[in-house]
Each structure stands twice: as C-alpha cells, then as structure tokens.
C-alpha cells in the first residue's frame, strides 16, 4: 500500500531489495494447535496435500498456498499422504488404523482398507497398482486392480521408513530416522521384502541407520550410519558392504537421477554437507551453513540442484555439480524436511512451526540475478525480443541467458544458465547480438572477434586483429559485421566470408539504421560514411576541427532512428549534428562537459549526452526546441552507461557508484533561463523537479554497463557490475511484487496496511 502510494526512488528501491530476498512463493497456514505432520506435492504442481495434527487432511493449491477443500473428517486422524494416478487420487492412512482413497477433483472418498496398527509410512507402485503401509510390526499390501489385501509381519524391531526399489516389486524397510532407537543393536538393520512378505535380503551395519537411499535405478541401496555412507547391493545385502568414513556423524542422504550422492552431517554445530558424482569420487563441500544439524538433503527431480534442511533456520539451494551456493532461505521456524515440487523450480518445507512454505528455487522471474559472483563482468547485449542475454567477464568467458519475460515464458526456469563458452583468452571487452537474435558476436582483449550461434558449443568463425578489439558491431541486416581494434584498425566483412575491408587509423565507428552505410572517424578528424553496397564508396565527408583549426577527434557516434541525421562526439568537448547524407550541420547541441557518448530517443526529438567526468556530465536536450532539460542526478561517481526505453517513456543513467537510475521523459521539464533583471534579488530556491522513479541498487561495487530490454512488453533494464552478477530488473516492480506475494492479503490486513501508510501522493501508473 505505500509503495501504491509513494513510486519514488528510494520507496521502489526498497521494494527490489524486498523482492530480491524474499523467496517464498506460498505460505500454508497453521496455527500451534494444528501443525504440519505430512506434506506432499501432486505430480502435475498443482495442489499439496497435507495431514495435520488436528487429524485433518487437506488440499492447498500450490500457487498461493489457500486451501481448496479437505477431505473426510478430523477423527479419521490422518498421518500421512500420497498421490496416485498423476495427481487426481490421494491415499491417506491414519492413526483410527484406516487406508483411504480420494478422489481429488471432488472429494469424494472412493475406497476404504482396515489397517492393523497405526501407520509409520506409505509408499505408491504406479504400475502394478499396489499401496504398501508399513506398520510398527507387519506391512499392508493392497493390490488396487484385484482389491486383494496382504497384511504380513515383518523382522525389523525399530521400523520407521519403507522405500520402494525401482524395477524390482521390492520395497526395502529400515529405522531410518534422525531421532536414534534406544538399543543400536535394534536400529542396524535393514531388510527387503516382496509383496507377498518374502524377505529377500537383510543385513545388519555396525551401528544405527540414521537415513538410506535407493538407487533410482534400483541397484544400490545408500545407509547413512555414525560417520559411515555404505552402499548396499539390492537383493545380496549379505555381502560385504562398502563404506566412505567421512569422520563425521551423518544424518541425511540422497540419490540423484543420474548416480550423483548427497550426504549431510547431522552436528550440534558447524554442520555441513557433500556431494559426489558417484561412490568412489571426490567429496565436493556444500558450504555455507551456519551451523547446527542439516536434517534433510534432497536432490532437485533433474539432478542439477540439491536442497538442503538445516537446524539453523534455513534451507539452502546448491548446484549438484559444483558445490556452488544459489539461495538461502530463512523462515524463524526451524525446517525439519524439504521436498521439491516436480517442475523442480520450487522446494517445500515442512518445519517445527506451525506453517509449512514453497520457496522460488529458480531466479525471481521478474527480478533476475545471473552470473557467478568470482569474476567482474564487463559487457552484455540483449537480443532484439528480449528473450536472451549475453554477458561475458573478465575471465574470457561468455554466457548465454534465457530471459523471456514471466509472461511470455511457457516452460523452464526464468534466468537459466543456456549454455557457457570459454571464448577468449583475456577479458572480453564487447557483446553484440545480431539482428536475427540468432548469432551474437564478442570481441575480447586477446584480439580475437568471434561469432556464436546459441547452439553452438565452439565459435563458428574467428577474425585476429594484432590489438585488443575496441568494439564491434552488426548492420542491421545482419549480413556485414565490423572490428574495431585498439590500434586503431578497423576490419569489415560478411559473417562466413574471408574477403574483408581493411581501414586503418579509425577512431570509432556505428553502422547507420539501413545497415547499407558505415560511419568510420578516423583519427585525423575526418568522418566518413562509407555506403558498403557501393564496394565502401564513400558518400558523405566532414572534416572534424577545435577552435584553433587543429583535428578534432572523433569519439563516438549515434544515427538519428531514421538514420537522415549522424551526432558526433568529437574531442573538442562538442557534438555535432550534421546531414547523414550531405555531412552540412543541422541543429546546435548544449554542452556543459566533455562527452563520451551519446544516444536518440526513439522518435529523434531528444538527445542524451553521458560524458567521463564525474557524476554530473550528463546532459538531456529537447532538440526540437533547443531545450536543455531538468533532470536532477544523485550519482556519486562517474558514468558508465545511457539509454532510452524502446517506447521512449524512460530513460536510464549508470553509474561506478553502483546504482542505476530511471527516469520519465515525460518528467523531463526545460531548466528556465532568466535575464538581467532590474533592483536586488532577495531570495531564490531551486524547483525540485521530477525525480527518478527506480533506483536500481542491488549491486555489489560498480555497475559497468546498462541498457533498456529491445523486446516488447514492460520496461526490463539489464544492468552488469564489477561484482560479477548481471540483472534484470522491471521499471515498474509493483506488478512483480503482487505477483510474488505469498497470498492475497485478508480485508483485515488490507486495512491495517491502509491505517500504517502515510497519506502521500500517488503517482498513477499506466
């Protein structure tokens, strides 16, 4: 409600941080006197069922965490869950000794089963239809399609966890479980069994179990006992197991899809967990936890992330390959177990407390944060819709992005990583994609200019200039490509051609709007425009002189949109417009400090000078009218970066202080000139004008470029810092925080939110 009421800077930037640690997607409500005993995702992401202590078996919908209906009554004292038939049935088996089935769509109880004793666990084979209840000394079998009911004993004393074995019609039983058995002699063992209750195998370890593991495939079963991992072949447990001593007590292990292990310590204190490729490799830390025991550890359904639990108060994301910490959750409640939805981009969290949460364990779909955080990255381009970002670091190394909005986006996770090159040896200096968004080119400090497609693994050509490249760029049509090298040597040619233009001492250069045309500065002070379907034929020329006829060097250039006026920045601290055609001056530019670079707006009516000299060297002209206009800065270190929103209703400033700021054209108000006036001025104040209204300022060190998202939909900006992170961030992040808010707010909330806002002006948003 106040962020409604006050869109300035400072209130929206408050409301990025906001949505950059708050990852929970949805909260499902307890109280102390109901907590959370079973909670389970349905395999289409659509709702989580969950048993309560109340006795309750309820149904929440996945995307908000609101209840939509509950099941049976409360005396049938429900303990655990699970879904059946891809998500349209719910089993539950409660402590009134009763296996139910559901029907989820209406409610409607479907089938009932006697149980002998109350239920520890419950397991689900798709195919062939069977519910396995493990009980404290015999097991419930039901064959669904003949209705045939198995209830046999069991030999484990201290039972208290039943998984299947994939491809075997086995399920193995153990005394996995944090809370140690009195007697360790009762807790060693573990036993598998078949439908009809014949043991198939058991073995004892040589101390208590305290979790296991089954191989997907169904070849190993993993046991974590005292400070042991042992790896137990299915149905010849009476084998000699062998063992990994990690020197620490273990609490929790799991499997992966494609072999991979995860283990955690399970200590009072500096706790911290593994993972391996397979049995025999090396142990890669998952650092980061603050301590106390990690209770749970669960691989993602793809196998490339792994959640932990921890006593500390957290849950943790880590990349299964690397060891890398991705996110942090905290909650005050401490988590005892997690689980990943099956899409893999949330992870739910059954806690202590008496609320249980789904938090984002992908990047937040309107607020990305891409990159590696050990190398500062440089520069970056969006491709023309938006959809893809290339960003490369100091490192050498290039990565490619998906981007696609939130609302364009039909599958995969927003900001995921497509694909890394290890392109140059040295930084790379540029990044610019071709208009066909298919095809981007780099240009790094070893010299080398290359060309990337996105499925590509090498680069399809590479150009060597004898100097680090300066800049490169793409016609519009994609079918011309130029480098530009600190030496000044300027190289032009077709994407896949070996015939290339040479031109040497050039300043700087900028394909005009048509791509047919190339502006070329040399460092003599001439401009040339050079019309490449004319075999570089030159069609236009201005010769570049300061105020004492020597050679004015040019800096950088910038076509009017419709490509009939060239800006030049010259090194006589001026910018000249001139006749993109004819090379005779149009229209005089204000100038206040020497300037690096300039830009249009979209419709040619403004121009935007960003110069090296500290924060104020900026300067916004209304051409049209002459105008310089107001636009009050709060940068405190020189600029990087300018831009204008495709539409033209924003435009942006850059920053080595870190901070990036956007601001409305239509804010934009001319700076009153006032004459000589006659008599004594008693006082003046100065107008406060229109302010920024973001204030992006979430990086870690200097922002080194930003621009404006080309694509359609809302303003994005992406902006990279030296702390080796590129983001995305929407102009307007009131939309993404009503999307990401946990649940709608009840009236009483809505309320109290309305007394506690102070009664500001409101700036109405389109």
């Known amino acids: 409600e106040a962020v409604q009421r006050a869109p300035a800077a400072q209130t929206r930037n408050a409301l990025y941080q906001a949505l950059d640690a708050c990852t929970l997607r949805a909260l499902f409500d307890g109280d102390p006197a109901r907590l959370f005993l079973d909670l389970v995702p349905s395999p289409d992401d659509q709702h989580v069922a969950a048993a309560l202590s109340d006795g309750s078996l ?63 666990g419950i397991c689900i084979e798709e195919e062939p239809q069977r519910v396995w209840v493990l009980e404290q000394k ?48 009762l807790g060693r063992w573990i036993a598998s069994y078949t439908p009809y209750g014949k043991m198939v195998s058991q073995t004892g370890l040589s101390t208590s179990v305290r979790a296991i593991s089954v191989d997907p495939h169904g070849y190993f079963i993993y046991a974590a006992a005292g400070s042991k991992l042992h790896r137990v072949r299915c149905g010849d447990f009476g084998q000699p197991t062998p063992e990994r001593d ?81 996110r942090v959750h905290r909650w005050p409640f401490r988590p005892k177990r997690v689980a990943w939805t099956p899409d893999g981009t949330g992870v739910l969290t059954l806690s202590i407390g008496p609320t249980a949460h789904l938090w984002a364990a992908v990047e937040n779909p309107w607020l990305y944060r891409m990159g590696t955080g050990d190398a500062p990255i440089v520069h970056a381009a969006f491709s023309p819709n938006g959809t893809r970002v290339m960003d490369g670091d100091t490192l050498g190394r290039l990565r490619l992005w998906d981007t696609t909005p939130a609302d364009r986006r039909a599958s995969g996770s927003p900001g995921e990583l497509i694909r890394e090159f290890a ?25 080398k200019l290359r060309v990337w497609s996105e499925n590509g693994k090498q680069a399809s050509e590479t150009w060597s200039h004898a100097a680090a490249l300066r800049d490169v760029g793409w016609s519009a049509d994609g079918s011309r490509l130029f480098g530009l090298d600190s030496q000044g040597v300027l190289e032009i040619r077709a994407p896949g051609s070996t015939d290339a233009r040479r031109v040497e001492g050039v300043a700087s250069a900028r394909f005009a709007p048509e791509g047919a045309s190339l502006a070329v500065g040399g460092t003599d002070g001439v401009v040339r425009v050079l019309d490449l379907a004319a075999a570089g034929a030159e069609s236009m020329r201005v010769e570049l002189t300061d105020r004492k006829g020597a050679p ?39 100038v206040r400090a020497q300037p690096a670079a300039v830009c249009y707006s979209p419709d040619g009516r403004l121009l935007l000078q960003r110069g090296n000299d500290g924060p104020k060297s900026i300067l916004l002209q209304d051409l049209e009218r ?37 601001l409305r054209v239509d804010g934009s108000e001319p ?91 409101y700036e109405p948003r389109d």
């Open 58 to 120: 309820r149904l929440y919908a996945l995307a908000g965490g609101d209840e939509v209906r509950r099941f049976g009554t409360d005396a049938q004292q429900a303990r655990v869950a699970h879904f059946f038939a891809h998500g349209t049935e719910l089993f539950s088996a409660g402590a009134d000794l009763k296996l139910r089935r559901y029907d989820v769509a209406s409610g409607t109880q479907l089938a009932e089963w006697d149980l002998g004793e109350a239920p520890q």
């Open 138 to 185: 015999y097991v419930t079998v039901v064959f669904l399609k003949t209705g045939e009911v198995q209830r046999w004993p069991h030999s484990l004393p201290a039972v208290r966890d039943i998984r299947l074995i994939p491809g075997r019609e086995q399920v193995v039983l153990s005394s996995a479980s944090l809370a140690l058995v009195e007697d360790p002699d």
């Open 246 to 326: 990690f020197g620490r007590t273990l609490g929790a292990v799991d499997t992966s899809p494609n072999g991979s292990i995860a283990v955690a310590e399970f200590a009072s204190e500096a706790s911290t967990a593994w993972v391996l490729a397979n049995f025999e490799s090396a142990a890669v830390e998952l650092a980061g936890h603050d301590g106390n025991e990690i209770v749970d550890i669960r691989f993602s359904p793809t196998g490339d992330r792994i959640a932990t639990a921890s006593f500390d108060r957290s849950v943790r994301t880590f990349d299964a390959h690397d060891g890398r910490a991705m």
């Open 423 to 447: 392109a140059h040896e040295g930084a790379v200096v540029v990044v610019r994609c071709a208009p066909d968004g298919r095809r981007w080119a780099s240009g790094g400090a070893d010299g």
């Open 552 to 590: 004015a060097r040019p800096m950088a250039f910038a076509f009017r949109p419709d490509g009939g006026e060239l800006a030049i920045v010259a090194s006589d601290r001026s910018v000249r417009l001139v006749d993109a055609r004819t090379g005779e001056p149009t229209r005089d530019v204000i």
């Open 626 to 662: 002459g105008e310089e206009l107001r636009n009050e800065l709060w940068h405190k270190a020189n600029l990087t970066a300018v831009d204008f929103s495709p539409d033209g209703r924003f435009w942006l400033t850059a920053s080595k202080d870190g901070v990036a700021f956007v």
């Open 671 to 761: 700076i009153p000139r006032q004459g000589a006036r006659e008599g004594p001025f008693v006082s003046a104040e100065y107008a406060t004008g229109a302010g920024p209204i973001s204030r992006l300022a979430l990086h870690e060190g200097p922002v080194r470029f930003a621009c404006f998202d080309p694509g359609p939909g809302p303003a994005r900006v992406l902006t990279v810092g030296e702390d080796g992170w590129a983001r995305i961030w929407p102009v307007d992040p009131l939309p993404a925080a009503l999307e990401l808010r946990p649940r709608k707010l009840r009236n009483w909330e809505i309320a109290r939110e309305k007394r506690l806002a102070a009664p500001l002006d």
